[in-house]
C-alpha cells in the first residue's frame, strides 16, 4: 500500500507505491521464502488459490463482491442525498479505504486515534474519529496534523465537560489550527455506551465547547446499532433529530446545511435514512454522514440477516466477499471431523463459522449443504459436525464462510482478493 492514497481510484488495483513489508515467512496464510517478495511480483505470478503458495488456513477476498458492494452503497447513498464515510476499523485496509472514496465516499470514519493515525499515513483526506478523545497526545496529535496539512478535516466527538477540558488543554499547547476545530456532540441513550444522555446535557457541553477559541460545534451523532429493533432505533434518532433542533436553535451550530449529523451502524441505516434525511433543520438539509461498515464484504451469518438491504432488497443486494479456506486434518469417530483453523483464524463472537464447500482431493467442488455444521473452535481447530461418515475425509478442503467481518480482518495481516476463477490479483493488507 501507499504512503499517499489515491482517491481517483477506479478499482482495488490502482495503488501508489507500497510501505508494506516485504511478503515472507512472517505472513500467515502464505507459504514463502525467507527473502520474500513485493506485493506486485505476487500478484504478477498468476496464482491460483490451489496451486500458489498457500498454506491451510487462508483468508481471501473476492474482488467481484467487494466492487459490487462498494458500488451498491454509494448508489444508495446518493439516491437518499446522504453521505458516506464508511466505517475503516472493519477492515483497516487501506486499499478498500481507496476504493471506498473512489466510489464517493465524504471519508473514512475510525474508532481510536491509532486507526485515524493509520488513515492519514495512507493519505486520507477526511476523518471522523467517531469516538471520545481525552488523551492529550492524540488531542495535540489531531491538532498538529491539521495544521500540518491545512486540506486535512477532522472531527471527533465530545459529550462531557471532561471532553471539554481535555481540548482546552491542549489547545493551550498547540493552539487551534487555521481552519478551526470542528467537534461533534455525541447523543447516546439509557444502557448504551458514550454519549450525553440527556438534551439538557448535549446543550451544557456544546456551550462549553462553543465557547473555546477557535472551535466550532459542527453538529450531532450518535450509534443506534446497540439497540434491539427498528422501533427503538427510530426513537433514538428522533431525540437526536430533535436535540440538534435544539443546539441550533440555540445559535450553537453553523448554518444548516453545514450541520453534520451522523449515524448508522450496519443494521439499521435504513432507518437512520427515513429519520434524518431531508429539509428539517431550519428548511434545510444538514449533512447526513452514514457510518457503515460492514457491508464492504458482508458475511454469510450475523449481517446476512440484518442487513436493511434484506428487508428492502429493491434497494440492493449485498455479497458475502470473505472466504476461509481450510484442510479436514482428522476424522476421528463417527458424525466428527476436525479442520484445520480456531479462534485465531476466524470470527466467533456472533456466530461460528458456516461450511460452504467442499474441494475434493482431485479438485472436485461440491456444496455443503447441511451435511456439515461448525459446533465449536479451539484456538486451532474447529470442530465439524457431520451428517453421515464420509461427508468429508482427511485432506480434503473447506470454505466457510464467516460471522462479523470486523472481528475477521483483525486476524490475518494479508489476504489475497481472488478473482471468480480462483486467480489472486491483488493483496490486502491490514493495519490494525
Given at each position: 500500500m501507499s504512503g499517499q492514497?489515491?482517491?481517483?481510484?477506479t478499482g482495488l488495483m490502482t495503488r501508489g507505491a507500497s510501505i508494506a513489508p516485504p511478503l515472507d515467512w512472517r505472513v500467515k496464510g502464505l507459504w514463502l521464502p525467507e527473502l520474500g517478495m513485493t506485493d506486485e511480483?505476487?500478484?504478477?505470478?498468476?496464482?491460483?488459490?490451489?496451486d500458489g503458495p498457500f498454506c491451510w488456513p487462508v483468508l481471501v477476498a473476492r474482488r467481484s463482491a467487494l466492487e459490487h458492494n462498494i458500488a451498491t452503497m454509494a448508489r444508495y447513498c446518493r439516491r437518499h442525498d446522504v453521505a458516506l464515510a464508511p466505517h475503516g476499523k472493519t477492515s483497516m485496509a487501506p486499499s478498500l479505504f481507496a476504493a471506498?472514496?473512489?466510489?464517493?465516499?465524504?471519508?473514512i470514519t475510525v474508532a481510536t486515534a491509532h486507526q485515524a493515525r493509520v488513515a492519514r499515513r495512507f493519505g486520507v483526506p477526511r476523518i471522523l474519529l467517531a469516538n471520545e478523545v481525552l488523551d492529550p497526545t492524540a488531542l495535540r496529535w489531531l491538532l498538529t496534523e491539521q495544521r500540518r496539512d491545512p486540506e486535512f478535516q477532522a472531527l471527533w466527538y465530545i459529550d462531557s465537560l471532561a471532553g471539554v477540558e481535555a481540548l482546552d488543554a491542549a489547545l493551550a499547547v498547540t493552539g487551534a489550527p487555521p481552519s478551526g476545530v470542528r467537534v461533534l456532540v455525541e447523543l447516546g441513550f439509557p444502557g448504551g455506551r458514550t454519549g450525553c444522555r440527556t438534551t439538557d446535557q448535549a446543550l451544557t457541553v456544546a456551550q462549553a465547547a462553543a465557547a473555546l477559541p477557535g472551535v466550532t460545534v459542527a453538529g450531532v451523532a450518535g450509534y443506534e446499532g446497540g439497540l434491539p429493533t427498528r422501533g427503538r432505533a427510530r426513537e433514538y434518532?428522533?431525540?437526536?433529530r430533535e436535540t440538534t433542533r435544539t443546539l441550533y436553535t440555540a445559535g450553537l451550530l453553523p448554518p444548516a446545511e453545514h450541520v453534520v449529523?451522523?449515524?448508522?451502524?450496519?443494521?439499521?441505516?435504513?432507518?437512520?435514512v427515513e429519520t434524518l434525511?431531508?429539509?428539517?433543520?431550519?428548511g434545510r438539509r444538514p449533512l447526513v454522514l452514514l457510518r457503515?461498515?460492514?457491508?464492504?464484504?458482508?458475511?454469510?451469518g450475523f449481517y446476512s440477516t440484518r442487513t436493511p438491504f434484506r428487508r428492502s432488497p429493491d434497494e440492493g443486494v449485498l455479497r458475502p466477499a470473505l472466504e476461509l479456506w481450510t484442510q479436514v486434518l482428522s476424522v476421528p469417530e463417527p458424525g466428527l471431523a476436525i479442520a484445520a483453523m480456531g479462534r485465531r483464524d476466524a470470527p466467533f463472537d456472533e456466530g461460528l463459522p458456516i461450511?460452504?464447500?467442499?474441494?475434493?482431493?482431485?479438485?472436485?467442488?461440491?456444496p455443503v449443504g447441511t451435511a456439515l455444521r461448525t459446533t465449536a473452535l479451539n484456538d486451532q481447530h474447529a470442530y465439524l459436525a457431520m451428517s453421515h461418515p464420509k461427508v468429508v475425509s482427511p485432506g480434503d478442503l473447506i470454505c466457510f464462510g464467516i460471522s462479523h467481518p470486523c472481528t475477521a480482518f483483525d486476524k490475518w495481516r494479508v489476504i489475497p482478493v481472488l478473482d471468480d476463477a480462483d486467480r489472486v490479483v491483488d493483496l490486502l493488507h491490514t493495519y490494525f
Open positions: 492514497l489515491t482517491t481517483d481510484t511480483e505476487f500478484v504478477a505470478g498468476g496464482y491460483s488459490l490451489f471506498q472514496l473512489a466510489a464517493g465516499a465524504w471519508g434518532l428522533c431525540r437526536l449529523v451522523s449515524a448508522g451502524g450496519s443494521t439499521y441505516f435504513d432507518v437512520v434525511a431531508g429539509r428539517w433543520l431550519g457503515s461498515g460492514a457491508y464492504v464484504t458482508h458475511d454469510h461450511p460452504l464447500r467442499i474441494r475434493r482431493r482431485d479438485g472436485r467442488q461440491e
